[in-house]
Every structure is written in structure tokens, then in C-alpha cells.
């Protein structure tokens, strides 16, 4: 990223430690490597997004001091981020339009990383990566998805939407958004009702389904002192069968707080609920065990209204509303391991 100052432009390279999907790809970023001879530079930045890269972070440093100064930071280093420049620490695409959270979630580094929420100018992007969007006003998320609206690809909601604060308002955006991927989380029991509701919602609005580009899904956070790969397993396994929605695991701190005789279970099972091939054919499975879940009714249809009731969409899928079709809840009692 260059940076003009008054008559000149400054060639600041920005160096990664590590490729991720999000890492930009213009010429002035690299990527973990040392520098070459026709490296050249008025200022390098070193950008570190995760703990366990910070050593590798500050080996880069020292090399590429040769080229120009150096200044290391990045969220592994507490830094709480300013206004967002496309393009510059994450890959164009991706977007970021407030910064904070007002939660204090065990665990979390947000909050005391980049404070109380604060939103940010929109900038343009696809791929909404905000800690908590649905914590913003309602003005600015209604920007946020016009600007979305106008992106010349369906939306992705990598960053998560907070369940608990998902409301029939942001639906019937999310319907007229139709995002390709949509992402909640499942990280503390306490989460796993607002979840469960905000599934609900959504699958009601035809935004679950099976499909690789139509998916909503859960983050679940494993691996705190006291957790068992066992017991996370079944957190993982209870969003894909029980919501019918895909997963991804997160080793919290890569394993920092895990026992180190589990760690290869624990790797195990981060390989198992991240490949995407694998959690696909679960929530394959999950489908055709079980039609999506819909609306419990509030009271039981009379035997004429069951006769002549229409065929109603549920969680994208056609299906008759009184034949058969179990509630969430009778399915998982039916279910029940
Ligand atoms: S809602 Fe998300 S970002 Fe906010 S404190 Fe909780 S885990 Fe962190």
C-alpha cells in the first residue's frame, strides 16, 4: 500500500507471516518470506493476526529492517484497529464497518482490544467481517446492507451476526440480500436457545438449506481448561444434526489452554469439522434424516384447516404443513443420544 505525502509517495510493503484466505495479493504484500535483493521500500509493516504467529512476526521483522524501517503490529498485538482501508491488511472483498464490541464474552479479546463498539465509514465489500454488526445502530446496518446490495457479489457474513440479536427486521433484509454464507455462533451453552431461535427464523425465511452457497452456519469455540474433545464433539455435532446448519471449529488460542495429551484429538477434530467436504456430508446426512425443521403451531389446526392446508416453503424446501413433518423439538426427541 502506498502512502502519499505531499509530493511523494511512500512504498510501504506489508509482510504477513502466514497466507489465509482473507491475505491480500497486490505486489506489496508478501507473504513469510525473507527479503530479496530488488526489495525496496521507504517503511515496511509487519501485520500479525494470531498469537502463535507473533514469533514468526518479529523474525520477519528483524530480516526486513535491511529494506527499510520496520513496524510490527496487527491484532495479536493488541492493536484496536482503526478506519478501515480496503485492500490494505485484508484481501478487496472484504469489509469491515465498525470496530468494538458492547458484549464482554468470557474469552473474548475484542473488548479489550478495540473497546466499546464504534462504527466506521462503509467502505465497499462483499464479505462483512465486523465483530458484531447487529450491535449497531439501526441506521448504520440498514447502509451496511444497501451498500451490500450494490456489491457485485452475494454477501458473506464471515464475521457472524450475534443470534441473540437477530430480529424479523434483519430477515427480511437477509431475504432480499440473499447471502451466500452467513455465519452465528455456538460458543457458550448460554448460546445455544438465541441460536436455536435464530435458526429458526431463518429457515422459516428460506435461508437455510443444504447447499454449499445458501448455508448458514455456527463457529463452535472448544478447547478451554476443563473441555473435553469428547464434549466438544457433541456441541459440533448438536448444530449440525439438531439445527441442521454447518459448523467450524475453533481451537481457542490453537490449543494454548488444551492438555497436551489431547492435542491430537484435538487436531483431529478441528481437521474433521473444518474440511468442508466432510461437514458437507454431514449436514447431508442431517437433511435426509430429517426434513428442515418449521414453526411449532401455537395451536392445533382444526381438521378442516389440515385438510385444505397449503403447501408451505420451509428452510427453502417444499413440503406439506401437516404431514408428518416433525418440529425441531419432536425431532430431537425422537432423536435424542
Ligand atoms: S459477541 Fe463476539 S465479539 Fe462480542 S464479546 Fe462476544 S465473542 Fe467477542
Aim: proline residues 8%.
Amino acid at each position: 500500500m502506498s502512502v502519499r505525502v505531499e509530493q511523494f509517495v511512500l512504498r510501504t510493503l506489508r509482510i504477513f507471516p502466514r497466507r489465509t484466505n482473507a491475505t491480500p495479493d497486490d505486489e506489496l504484500a508478501i507473504v513469510n518470506r525473507m527479503p530479496e535483493l530488488w526489495n525496496e521500500a521507504d517503511t515496511v509493516q509487519v501485520s500479525v493476526t494470531f498469537e502463535w504467529d507473533k514469533p514468526r512476526g518479529e523474525a520477519l521483522a528483524e530480516q526486513w529492517q535491511v529494506v527499510a524501517p520496520v513496524e510490527v503490529g496487527g491484532p495479536a498485538y493488541g492493536d484496536p484497529g482503526g478506519e478501515f482501508v480496503p485492500g490494505q491488511f485484508l484481501r478487496h472483498g472484504y469489509t469491515i464497518t465498525s470496530r468494538g464490541c458492547p458484549n464482554k464474552c468470557p474469552r473474548c479479546k475484542v473488548p479489550e482490544r478495540e473497546g466499546a463498539l464504534r462504527l466506521l465509514p462503509i467502505r465497499d465489500g462483499h464479505d462483512v467481517l465486523d465483530n458484531n454488526l447487529l450491535a449497531c445502530q439501526r441506521k448504520h446496518i440498514e447502509a451496511v446492507f444497501q451498500m451490500l446490495k450494490k456489491q457485485k457479489h452475494r454477501p458473506k457474513f464471515t464475521g457472524g451476526l450475534e443470534a441473540a440479536r437477530l430480529r424479523p427486521w434483519h430477515v427480511e433484509w437477509l431475504l432480499r440480500l440473499k447471502p451466500e454464507t452467513l455465519w452465528m455462533a455456538y460458543d457458550r451453552p448460554g448460546e445455544w436457545e438465541p441460536l436455536r431461535a435464530a435458526v429458526r427464523m431463518l429457515a422459516d425465511a428460506g435461508i437455510v438449506a443444504p447447499h454449499r452457497k445458501k448455508r448458514t452456519g455456527a463457529y463452535v469455540l472448544m478447547g478451554w481448561r476443563g473441555d473435553t474433545p469428547e464434549a466438544a464433539e457433541k456441541r459440533l455435532r448438536s448444530v449440525i444434526y439438531e439445527l441442521q446448519i454447518k459448523t467450524q471449529a475453533m481451537w481457542l488460542d490453537n490449543g494454548a489452554e488444551s492438555r497436551p495429551e489431547d492435542a491430537q484429538a484435538w487436531r483431529d477434530l478441528r481437521k474433521r469439522y473444518t474440511d468442508a467436504a466432510s461437514v458437507g456430508a454431514m449436514i447431508a446426512e442431517a437433511w435426509q434424516q430429517c426434513p428442515p425443521f418449521r414453526s411449532v403451531p401455537r395451536t392445533e389446526p382444526s381438521a378442516a384447516a389440515k385438510a385444505r392446508a397449503p403447501v408451505r416453503i420451509s428452510g427453502g424446501r417444499k413440503q406439506s404443513a401437516n404431514v408428518g413433518t416433525p418440529t425441531l423439538e419432536e425431532w430431537v426427541r425422537q432423536n435424542a443420544r
